[in-house]
């Protein structure tokens, strides 16, 4: 896939309106992406809370896992995670919580991309690190 990265843009945010389930239920939303690269947002709701008021860490991994395979598959092909691993650095809370997805390896088979997530403060709550496996 040889896009520009405003059409790149556009399939992304097309893709992501288009997908259910989970995604859709969690309220995650694309605001960048290019090769290997990624920001993806999502609104904190209730539903997204632990019992003590602060964002779930599942709701986080998930976020991270999503916006990771994202930038994955900006390369053009379909890709599953392989692994993954996150450290929390400190409780998540506010209204919005962004990740930020950047390639540390790529390779013809398996890829590195490493998340950092912020609070709507640009204060870092978490890090994790992706790799996923290349189907094609």
């Known amino acids: 896939?040889?896009?520009?990265e405003k059409e790149l843009l556009a399939y992304g945010k097309q893709y992501m309106e288009s997908v259910g389930g989970f995604i859709k239920n969690n309220h995650f939303q694309l605001v960048d992406i290019k090769k290997d690269y990624c920001v993806m947002e999502a609104l904190v709701r209730e539903e997204s809370l632990n019992p003590y008021g602060m964002v779930h860490g599942g709701f986080l991994f998930g976020l991270a896992d999503t916006a990771a395979g994202v930038a994955a598959r900006s390369t053009g092909r379909k890709a599953v995670t392989l692994s993954s691993h996150i450290e929390y650095l400190r409780a998540a809370q506010?209204?919005?919580?962004?990740?930020?997805?950047?390639?540390?390896?790529?390779?013809?088979?398996?890829?590195?991309?490493?998340?950092?997530?912020?609070?709507?403060?640009?204060?870092?709550?978490?890090?994790?690190?992706?790799?996923?496996?290349?189907?094609?």
């Open 94 to 136: 506010g209204s919005k919580i962004k990740a930020v997805v950047e390639a540390v390896k790529t390779g013809k088979n398996v890829s590195v991309y490493e998340v950092s997530i912020y609070n709507d403060q640009n204060v870092m709550v978490a890090k994790a690190t992706v790799d996923y496996f290349y189907m094609d």
């Open 1 to 4: 896939m040889d896009m520009s």
